[in-house]
């Protein structure tokens, strides 16, 4: 299987997984909550802009750039980390996007539910391990949340 079919069916595998698991996280909503370490010693937190608008709650928006501090650690030989983002808006899944740990994310993407009719929206941000080759596997490193204006 290539890597790129890979990748499509896990983020295909991780919608549905968090679809019936994740709404109720993403409905406690607030500030963004500290990334927390994972079993490994992994982490994941949101990169704050160094402007004052960051403190009065209107950072980040729907189509803001956002990028994440990553530690990852406790890897096996054949995994690799990747970043998801994923946003709720009463409960329901409005933007998701998998990237690598480097990677900035336009919040809402080029065109998504959220993206088209707007709104602020509860997101996670989770850090997760890719398994590769005949190892083929998603684990949960560490994980954090973030509301988003519109």
Do not use: Q
Not at 101 to 115: C, E, K, Q, V, Y
Not at 127 to 148: C, D, M, N, Q, V
Request: one cysteine or more; charged letters at 15%.
């Amino acid at each position: 299987m290539s890597l790129t079919k890979f990748v499509a069916i896990a983020a295909i595998l991780l919608a549905a997984g968090a679809l019936s698991v994740t709404p109720s996280l993403a409905a406690k909503g607030g500030k963004e909550k500290p990334g927390t370490a994972g079993p490994t010693g992994s982490s994941i937190a949101l990169n704050y802009p160094a402007t004052t608008e960051s403190a009065d709650g209107s950072w980040p928006r729907l189509g803001d750039s956002v990028s994440f501090s990553t530690v990852v650690a406790g890897l096996a030989g054949w995994e690799y980390p990747m970043v998801a983002i994923w946003c709720y808006e009463d409960g329901v899944l409005v933007y998701m996007e998998l990237a690598t740990p480097d990677s900035a994310f336009i919040l809402g993407g080029g065109s998504s539910d959220w993206r088209l009719n707007g709104g602020a929206a509860n997101c996670e941000a989770y850090l997760y391990a890719y398994g590769k080759g005949p190892h083929e596997s998603i684990r949960t490193l560490a994980g954090t949340t973030f509301l988003a204006a519109e």
